[in-house]
């Protein structure tokens, strides 16, 4: 049916002469193409800055990777011991503080505020906590773990003298100096530093599982805790983990606490040995210590006087990123994978 | 096989006890349930002991420092007991103005194009960049800023290129507030409340502009304003800080955009609307708190970063004032670490100790403000839909 003429034309194939015309939206293209500028300058930042890394930390990598793994922290970039291995250890034992008291605990509380909480002013509160501190700058967490570990109070104070008698029953010496830094009051600091993403990450994983599951459970007549052993924790798994290695990946990077708490930054004796027997193994903890950014802050001062520390440096962080970027991966593949799985 | 129920014994009677099941199993729970709850403690007991320590130690300084080496001394000397806070101020705010002129339309852009134009396969190439991106160390974005930025752009935008670049912003900047006023203008027909409204925020533009003015004709009457700094400015390190806060601008303003719901758009499009218009006009408007709490947490997480201005920022231990971008300076949280790095102990006269934590206390409840107030507008989005 024709709705009319305009013309020698139809309105109907007007219309749709009209609807169908193309490449005049300027504007619309103009604006998609803006979009996806600030896209693409994004992913070439990220490009230039692992090309610059790598270019500039190449020649040790390939040159002396075996000396530069092993080395240790030397006042001259010559120095042919010039190395990362005392800052691999310290961030490894970081890790492990995080591990050990940061995953329990930030879990335990996830769960806490998903399954136990009751609705009242406190909860509210414990949640507003929990945000916050989530914000709370990195640096301020350093000042926390200066006050507490390094400076002192009367609690700390009561807890070294403490382990300091029995220390001295054992081998006739003190463990712990106060106003030093040590590896433990760094690794801690951390612990602390992650907490609250590890809470907001597994809360959010917590609150993912479907009640029918819960209700199932209950309806075979599981009490509370046997419900979140064996039907809320192991489906809120793959998420948990995600926020855990993210946590990771986070502390093992993060430098600020660390500065502030007093990592070494300089020249670091090494240590004989840690494995070879209790007083090393514990020694190491209240003994002065330098993780892998640490390093690299280090290395990237020293490269003003000293040029030869700025491609060191560039390996370093070609070491660090390596570790970083493997971990965030297999946290995004999880979290994808998971997230397709269940639909 | 069926079981056949012997209907001649009468059930035991069902109480609330034989529900409840043993007492151990109870005991078990409730223990439970009190180890979770002490984990929950934790945070708690975390916060409280952060404002503890802060307050105490930034108390000694406030009681005991002599206020007048606070404001108008010749920079931040903490070792020689100079403890000027605008010199640390003035920094931090430029440093977050030019990260957040880097990260505000680099991570805005990225979150509308992931949420409105990208396919999907597109999407999912393109969405990790920005996830390695947020996990890269900010001691990686510290060595990229002092190595390659600096150098390669900051030292080349040179002395003439800064008045350039300090004239187009203020240009731009009239040129926006000029034609906002138009259109508020435009129509006869509104309340004077309105009126008044729209009046008092003009003003508050028209005192933003000039005293933006004022800063960049400050900073040009200098004889040495425009000698770039070798080897580390502000401007470098506040472009690396803005590279690490692209990631979470995009991340947040992109949850806003998804929790606008698709019936909005898809009622634009019947109307006939562009795709552009759509966006523009509908979704971001619909979106709005999100991306103002989008752009408030960038401004807290830049304000809060440390080891960028520390290893890029071009000062020492120490910092004269400065309020040119191209010089090199100390912000707050890299004077906190530059005063104590290197040392196992803070030492230095009298108060040194103390002032890190006054420092540390102003950090933090600037971005605890930035951050509840960001939380208001993020709730904001969500209460609307």
Redesign the interface.
């Known amino acids: 049916m024709a709705l009319g003429t305009i013309g020698d034309q139809d309105v109907a194939s007007r219309v749709e002469a009209t609807i169908q015309r193309r490449g005049r939206d300027v504007r619309g293209t103009g604006f998609r193409f803006a979009l996806f500028a600030a896209l693409g300058i994004s992913t070439l930042i990220l490009v230039i800055l692992l090309v610059d890394v790598l270019t500039d930390g190449w020649p040790v990598l390939t040159d002396r990777l075996g000396d530069f793994w092993s080395g240790t922290l030397r006042s001259r970039s010559s120095d042919d011991s010039l190395g990362i291995s005392q800052g691999i250890v310290g961030s490894f034992w970081i890790a492990v503080f995080v591990a050990v008291l940061a995953f329990p605990i930030g879990i335990a509380a996830a769960v806490y505020l998903e399954e136990y909480a009751p609705r009242n002013w406190f909860t509210s509160v414990l949640d507003i906590v929990v945000r916050n501190l989530a914000g709370v700058p990195s640096v301020v967490y350093g000042l926390l773990g200066l006050f507490l570990f390094v400076k002192g109070t009367a609690v700390t104070n009561w807890f070294v003298d403490r382990v300091n008698n029995r220390w001295n029953a054992w081998y006739g010496e003190d463990l712990i100096e106060l106003g030093q830094s040590t590896l433990f009051a760094g690794g801690v600091t951390l612990a602390v530093l992650v907490l609250p993403i590890v809470i907001i990450t597994a809360a959010e994983a917590i609150r993912a599982v479907p009640q029918s599951l819960r209700e199932g459970a209950y309806g075979v007549g599981a009490t509370k805790w046997e419900v979140i052993k064996s039907q809320v924790l192991p489906f809120a798994a793959p998420g948990i983990l995600t926020g855990t290695l993210l946590a990771l990946a986070r502390a093992v990077g993060e430098a600020a606490p660390l500065i502030l708490v007093g990592a070494i930054t300089g020249r670091l004796a090494p240590r004989d040995s840690m494995f070879s027997g209790l007083e090393d193994f514990f020694g190491q903890f209240a003994d002065r210590f330098t993780a892998m950014p640490i390093v690299i802050v280090g290395w990237v001062q020293n490269s003003g006087r000293d040029e030869g520390f700025g491609p060191a440096a560039g390996a370093a962080i070609v070491v660090l990123l390596v570790f970083v970027i493997i971990m965030n991966s297999i946290a995004v593949l999880l979290r994808n994978y998971f997230e397709k799985k269940r639909g | 096989m069926t079981d056949v129920i012997d209907d001649s014994i009468p059930p035991p009677p069902l109480t609330l006890d034989l529900l409840a099941?043993p007492s151990r199993?109870r005991l078990?729970?409730r223990l439970?349930?009190a180890?979770?709850?002490a984990?929950?403690i934790?945070?708690?007991i975390?916060?409280v002991?952060?404002m503890f320590?802060?307050v105490r130690?930034a108390w000694t300084f406030i009681t005991g420092v002599d206020w007048g080496v606070t404001w108008g001394e010749a920079g931040w000397f903490p070792r020689r007991g100079l403890y000027d806070m605008p010199t640390l101020l003035v920094s931090s705010v430029i440093v977050t103005v030019v990260a957040m002129l880097v990260a505000g339309?680099?991570?805005?852009?990225?979150a509308?194009?992931?949420s409105?134009?990208a396919s999907r396969r597109t999407r999912s190439i393109?969405k990790?960049?920005?996830?390695?991106?947020?996990?890269?160390?900010?001691?990686?974005?510290?060595?990229?800023a002092?190595?390659?930025i600096s150098p390669q752009l900051i030292e080349r935008i040179g002395r003439n290129a800064w008045l350039l670049i300090g004239a187009l912003i203020i240009v731009t900047y009239a040129a926006v507030v000029a034609l906002w006023a138009r259109r508020q203008f435009a129509e006869a027909t509104v309340a004077r409340a309105v009126i008044i409204k729209r009046v008092v925020w003009l003003t508050v533009f028209v005192a933003g502009g000039l005293l933006l003015a004022w800063w960049v004709l400050s900073v040009a009457g200098e004889a040495d304003a425009f000698a770039v700094k070798r080897?580390g400015q502000l401007a470098a390190a506040a472009v690396g800080v803005g590279?690490l806060t692209?990631p979470l601008v995009?991340s947040v303003a992109e949850d806003a955009l998804a929790s606008v719901p698709r019936e909005l758009r898809e009622a634009s499009a019947g109307l006939g609307a562009?795709?552009?218009?759509t966006?523009?006009q509908v979704v971001l408007p619909a979106a709005v708190s999100g991306i103002v709490a989008a752009f408030i947490?960038g401004i807290?997480r830049a304000?809060?970063?440390?080891?960028v201005v520390?290893?890029a920022g071009g000062a020492a231990d120490a910092a004269q004032f400065t309020s040119s971008p191209f010089d090199g300076g100390l912000t707050m949280?890299a004077g906190?670490?530059s005063l104590?790095?290197?040392?196992?102990?803070?030492v230095g006269e009298g108060l040194t100790?103390q002032s890190?934590?006054f420092v540390?206390l102003v950090?933090?409840l600037l971005?605890?403000l930035l951050?509840?107030v960001a939380?208001r507008f993020v709730a904001r989005v969500r209460e609307r839909y």
């Not at chain 2, 339309?105 to 990225?110: A, T």
């Not at chain 2, 562009?274 to 218009?277: D, E, L, P």
Request: glycine share 10%; no cysteine.
């Open positions: 099941g199993r078990k729970e439970i349930s180890v979770f709850f984990a929950a934790v945070s708690v975390i916060s002991l952060i320590s802060l130690e339309p680099l991570g805005l852009g990225s509308i194009y992931l409105e134009y393109l990790p960049v920005l996830e390695v991106l947020a996990g890269v160390p900010s001691v990686v974005l510290g060595f990229f002092l190595f390659f080897s590279i692209i995009a562009r795709q552009a218009t966006t523009v947490i807290s304000l809060g970063e440390t080891m520390f290893m949280t906190m670490a104590a790095t290197g040392t196992d102990n803070v100790f890190l934590y540390g950090l933090f971005t605890l951050n509840i939380g």
